[in-house]
Nanobody, 121 residues
Framework: QVQLVESGGGLVQPGGSLRLSCVASGSIFSINTMGWYRQAPGKERQLVADITSGGSTNYAGSVKGRFTISRDNAKNTVYLQMNGLKPEDTAVYYC???????????????WGQGTQVTVSS
């Protein structure tokens, strides 16, 4: 069993900051890419940022320069530091991990339950 648990969402004013965390636990052999996606009401889920086990990062154009993704491999944890938040950043944010539960199996994608981020005055 593998679980991804997010935390850190909430209500923040425009221009404010939030830091999301996601911990992966359970039967984990190795984790490849970890990332954050978001889904606003009536819209498709979209990639916000992801990071490989080696630390290479990738960002959506709309968050580049405002958000920073990082991870602690020893803790199976990924973070998303969000600065300069805008109302259009309002969404449910989901953690994603591409991981292997055994050395001999194919990696699979796992999702967290999501955490709400609301940017409003």
């Amino acid at each position: 069993q593998v679980q991804l648990v997010e935390s850190g969402g909430g209500l923040v004013q425009p221009g404010g900051s939030l830091r999301l965390s996601c911990v992966a636990s359970g039967s984990i052999f190795s984790i490849n890419t970890m990332g954050w996606y978001r889904q606003a009401p009536g819209k498709e889920r979209q990639l916000v940022a992801d990071i490989t086990s080696g630390g290479s990062t990738n960002y959506a154009g709309s968050v580049k320069g405002r958000f920073t993704i990082s991870r602690d491999n020893a803790k199976n944890t990924v973070y998303l530091q969000m600065n300069g938040l805008k109302p259009e950043d309002t969404a449910v944010y989901y953690c994603n991990a591409d991981l292997k539960t055994r050395w001999y199996v194919t990696s699979l994608n796992y999702w967290g339950q999501g955490t709400q981020v609301t940017v409003s005055s």
